[in-house]
């Protein structure tokens, strides 16, 4: 079905709306894909974050200028599905992998993380990239790590002195004057 003038630029407002605030972005070819597995991808992609679209590639190419990812205008070819992650940058990448597993039809082409072009094959790197919840589980045991090792050592130079079981002796207390 053609779109008219006013539905076009509803289009191309919406995807660069969600273009200004996404962290990656990941094009595949879907030609051959089913019905089935596209409407299992979307319910996904809503699950996951991501802002799942197919529209013509000069609506796409339109839509991204101004953005980060103007820099894939010139590879925007053939029919194309655009994935966004809009949370989790490794988002998008994660459901287009996932779904080619199971879909050989279905293949990345483009991939943008940051103001930059990749090539496809990056989508393994992009969708290897950890989420926010385990990014920061990540930081708290990078912050942890020095106080731990600190009471190891605490814990080791008490041990050397033979005390074993450092315990404190209370204070004694002061008398009133």
Do not use: W
């Amino acid at each position: 079905m053609a779109l008219n003038l006013s539905q076009k630029q509803e289009v191309v407002a919406e995807l660069a709306d969600v273009a200004a605030k996404a962290h990656s972005l990941v094009a595949a070819e879907y030609a051959g894909t089913t019905v089935s597995q596209m409407t299992a991808m979307r319910k996904k992609a809503r699950e996951s974050g991501v802002f799942l679209k197919v529209v013509k590639n000069t609506l796409a190419s339109r839509a991204v200028a101004g953005t980060e990812f103007e820099c894939v205008k010139d590879a925007l070819t053939g029919p194309l599905l655009y994935a966004f992650s809009q949370e989790d940058p490794g988002a998008a990448g994660r459901l287009i992998k996932e779904f080619a597993k199971g879909n050989d039809k279905l293949q990345a082409k483009v991939v943008s993380i940051g103001g930059k072009l990749y090539p496809a094959s990056h989508v393994d790197v992009i969708a290897s990239l950890p989420t926010r919840e385990q990014a920061l589980a990540m930081l708290a045991r990078v912050l942890a790590e020095p106080a731990s090792m600190f009471a190891r050592a605490v814990r080791a130079v008490a041990d050397q002195l033979g005390g074993g079981d450092v315990v404190a002796e209370p204070a004694a207390e002061a008398e009133p004057a």
